[in-house]
């Protein structure tokens, strides 16, 4: 064994604890009083979970807030002023914000992360070519996947696709979608999934954007989903347009997105931040009930999605924040769902991914991160610090923890 992590809890197990043996990269061991020639780490009782995974996040368009301006923050102002900044853009440039951006995200225990990366005949590929060299120079500590997406519109702007394409072939990943900025969303949609099967590639949509619901794209979505059996391989993010439905509806539309097999991100930062700004009182908050959706037996994750951009002028890339503001924002209080908006920025999470190797078992990947409490439900509710991460049993961050000195 290579280390040990020592009177470890778990969650679901905050009434015991456990070492954790970690060798070639692997848990190879999960029980009480382990003896082994290793290097041992003294957890003291605290919490120590799979890492984090970060379902949705633009790399390549984060710290940018010195390039745009923000007169009425809603999401075309957004759009346009990121489409005017990226004009700007070189490979150099996008390379090191996304780099900063990245490595906010390791400190604060992400161990994966699904970037949200945009081509188009503007931008070409060098967002993609600033973002690619950061997934072989940050394996050490996190597995970066790219999400290739067409935020101009694709069957309205020529050239997006063959771009697209060509971002599929280098980086390996899967394909996105953004309907809403399209002339023709069903067509795009249609595209994508033909494109996705003609290529074996996932899915992972931004959809339905805004707080009229009277017209929602999921339900097309759903429809394709079924048609092309791809139950399982689809996500889609944002999604506020559900937010604004009476419970009725919700229900029926979580059931619809149940039984199609798709999944769905909220992002809550991005979406309080965006919607509503029409309103001069009675501010809707237009972020969907994800923990509401789970009840339904859709799988949901919360992510971060913009950091430090129009679309959201905040951000620290703590998911454990996202959790904690989305329990704020959706009233949640019971035990169980404040326990679920933990596994939306971990095991769910990674569900959503379709990750192998993940979680605490015996034979899994140890990416791992421990946190300076005792409890999942202590860890969203008290926002608790990161104070180890390990990606493949390899410690790749160390933070000490707060001390008072008394007089």
């Known amino acids: ?184 969303p069903h067509g795009q949609i249609d595209r994508i999934y033909a494109l996705a099967r003609e290529h074996d590639l996932d899915i992972d949509m931004h959809l339905d954007f805004t707080l009229d619901p009277a017209d929602m794209d999921l339900l097309h979505v759903c429809k394709r989903t079924d048609e092309f059996k791809y139950g399982g391989r689809v996500a889609i993010g944002h999604v506020t347009k559900l937010s604004a439905l009476p419970s009725e509806k919700f229900s029926a539309t979580a059931k619809r997105l149940q039984s199609a097999g798709v999944a769905l991100t909220v992002l809550p930062s991005t979406d309080i931040y965006l919607m509503g700004r029409a309103h001069d009182h009675h501010v809707p908050r237009g972020v969907t009930a994800a923990h509401k959706l ?42 169980d769902d404040i326990a679920e908006c933990f596994q939306m920025v971990t095991s769910r999470a990674a569900k959503l991914m379709n990750l192998s190797g993940y979680g605490l078992k015996v034979g899994n990947n140890a990416d791992i991160v421990v946190l300076d409490c005792e409890t999942i439900h202590a860890a969203v509710r008290e926002l608790a610090p990161v104070l180890y991460a390990f990606k493949r049993g390899r410690k790749t961050v160390t933070r000490e923890p707060a001390r008072l000195h008394r007089p």
């Not at 150099?92 to 005949?121: F, M, S, W």
């Not at 913009?306 to 035990?335: E, H, K, W």
């Open 294 to 335: 789970l009840h339904h037996g859709v799988n949901c994750s919360l992510a971060t999605n913009n950091v430090l951009n129009p679309f959201t002028p905040f951000g620290d890339c703590s998911l454990l924040r996202m959790a904690n503001l989305y329990a704020n924002i959706a009233q949640v209080g019971t035990a």
């Open 1 to 184: 064994m290579d280390l040990i992590l020592r009177n470890a809890r778990l969650p679901g197990q905050p009434d015991r604890t456990v070492d954790i043996g970690i060798a070639k990269g692997k848990i190879a061991a999960i029980k009480q009083n382990l003896s082994a020639d290793a290097e041992i780490i003294d957890l003291g009782g605290r919490l120590a979970s799979a890492g984090f995974v970060e379902t949705h996040l633009h790399l390549d368009k984060s710290c940018i807030l010195d390039r745009c301006s923000a007169s009425r923050g809603d999401l075309d102002e957004a759009i346009s002023e990121v489409a005017k900044a990226k004009k700007s853009f070189t490979p150099e440039d996008v390379y090191n914000r996304a780099k900063r951006t990245l490595e906010r995200c390791i400190l604060n225990g992400t161990t994966h992360i699904r970037t949200q990366l945009e081509v188009d005949p503007g931008i070409g590929l060098k967002g993609l070519e600033g973002v690619l060299p950061l997934v072989k120079e940050y394996a050490w500590a996190v597995d970066l996947e790219v999400c290739v997406f067409p935020q101009e519109g694709m069957l309205n702007n020529p050239g997006t696709e063959e771009l697209m394409l060509e971002a599929l072939r280098r980086s390996g990943g899967l394909i996105g979608a953004c309907p809403y900025t399209d002339s023709d």
